[in-house]
């Protein structure tokens, strides 16, 4: 239950991995959009 554990979360960071307890964050559609609008105006 600490920094070896590769079940916890705090396991999951010094790992440098991700899974359910820490999971990659998941982009935003809107944010999504307005970069696509951005990038067709210049």
């Known amino acids: 239950m ?11 960071i ?3 991995t991700f ?3 820490r999971p ?3 982009r935003n559609v809107e944010s999504l959009k307005e970069q ?3 990038k067709e105006e210049k």
């Open 36 to 38: 696509s609008t951005i």
């Open 24 to 26: 990659r964050k998941q």
């Open 2 to 12: 600490g920094k070896g554990d590769k079940r916890t979360k705090r396991g999951k």
């Open 14 to 16: 010094v790992n440098g």
């Open 19 to 21: 899974g359910k307890f």
